[in-house]
């Protein structure tokens, strides 16, 4: 009688090998893709409190969201828990929005979080974030926030092409990501996405939500910190 | 087949043993995919697009907890331990699929292994359906080699 735990084992080992050899192919690509380095010195003069806040600045809490444009968790808290608070309480007044960038997934990650300022550049920022969790796909790298498809967002935001290609290519935001992720990882003790800090802005009183918590849990912290 | 189950499950210990089992898988998948957080508040959810994956996790904890206490029975009958090796892969590569995504276990991987940790963290997530319907599969085979095996050994026993 055939082994079934060899022919299991077998067809995963090729089914594996097929998969490593497809993606080892498509990250080549990305291997001579230079990055410019960043000095301490940029790191100082970058501030989160410049970061683009969704909302009243003045409301009393601020959610910070850390997040990487290709988490597929990020996306469904986007779609299924985001539109209930920016309802209840960004629209109201009570709170306001703020996203901390953590790039760490795949090599697009970087380049989609440098494209969000880029549009902010242009006064597009929530726009253009918006755009690519709406578009995110399956596939971690797989083309969707290629650089091309970056492009074809800021295109379709009506976006100053020229401006947003200077900003792209001479990687004007490289720095700001780079130190987002630094604060997210050091500041929050982010080690996946998303994360979530709750901020009183008031008394400083905070709390950490690990996960795409559903709408229940904000609602009750947020109403326990304001 | 239903004749061997009845035989296995008739005894409290198996039960207790598959429950185990089951719990014991079910329970930190749940977790790991984002199904049930334990802070700051016991919150459990289900989204639309994710009730497909929850199923796969139920499906997956319960054949493995079926495989393993009908193997445990088997290795007591005939001392053959041969089939529980295959429950046992079957079980891990479930368990594995989606484990990754955008949680720590990924972080952790891509921190440590850099590119390749990349690489398969994307695999496990990308493929996580296919993986763990494969994994059902496999579990599914070894139900089914395991019960017929039963039946005849239990027939020669008799």
């Known amino acids: 009688m055939v082994d079934t735990k060899k022919i299991a084992v077998a067809g995963a080992a090729v089914v594996l090998f097929v998969i490593l050899v497809t993606f080892a192919t498509s990250y080549m690509s990305d291997f001579d893709t230079p990055r410019t380095s960043t000095t301490e010195d940029e790191f100082k003069t970058l501030e989160l409190k410049q970061a683009p806040v969704l909302g009243s600045k003045t409301a009393t809490v601020t959610i910070i969201e850390v997040g990487d444009y290709q988490c597929h968790m990020c996306k469904l808290w986007f779609e299924e828990t985001r539109p209930q608070i920016i309802e209840n309480y960004i629209n109201t007044g009570k709170a306001n929005l703020v996203f901390v960038d953590m790039p760490f997934l795949g090599f697009d990650s970087i380049p989609a979080s440098e494209a969000t300022y880029c549009a902010d550049d242009q006064g597009k920022y929530w726009e253009y974030h918006s755009m690519l969790f709406t578009y995110q796909e399956d596939e971690i790298d797989g083309g969707w926030a290629s650089a091309t498809r970056l492009q074809a967002f800021a295109f379709n935001l009506g976006l100053d092409i020229e401006q947003f290609d200077k900003c792209m290519t001479t990687d004007d935001h490289y720095a700001r990501v780079n130190y987002n992720k630094q604060v997210a990882v050091t500041e929050f003790g982010a080690n996946s996405t998303p994360t979530f800090m709750i901020v009183n802005t008031l008394s400083g009183e905070s709390q950490r939500v690990v996960g795409a ?12 910190l304001i | 087949m239903n004749n061997i189950f009845g035989i296995i499950y008739s005894k409290p210990s198996y039960i207790l043993i598959a429950v185990g089992i089951f719990s014991l898988l079910f329970i930190p998948l749940i977790i790991i995919s984002e199904f049930l957080f334990l802070e700051p508040f016991l919150v459990f959810s289900v989204y639309p697009e994710t009730t497909l994956s929850f199923s796969l996790i139920v499906t997956l904890s319960f054949l493995s907890s079926l495989a393993v206490s009908m193997n445990i029975y088997r290795v007591k009958l005939i001392k053959e331990t041969r089939k529980i090796g295959s429950s046992i892969v079957g079980t891990i590569i479930g368990a594995s699929a989606g484990a ?57 026993n008799l």
């Open chain 1, 213 to 224: 918590h559903p709408y229940s849990t904000f609602e009750n912290l947020i109403d326990s």
């Open chain 2, 100 to 156: 990754c995504s955008c949680g720590p276990i990924a972080f952790s991987v891509i921190a440590t292994f850099g590119t390749i940790g990349s690489i398969t963290s994307s695999f496990l997530t990308i493929y996580e359906i296919p993986i763990r319907l494969t994994s059902i599969g496999i579990l599914g085979i070894v139900i089914f080699i395991t019960s017929k095996s039963l039946s005849r050994e239990c027939k020669v």
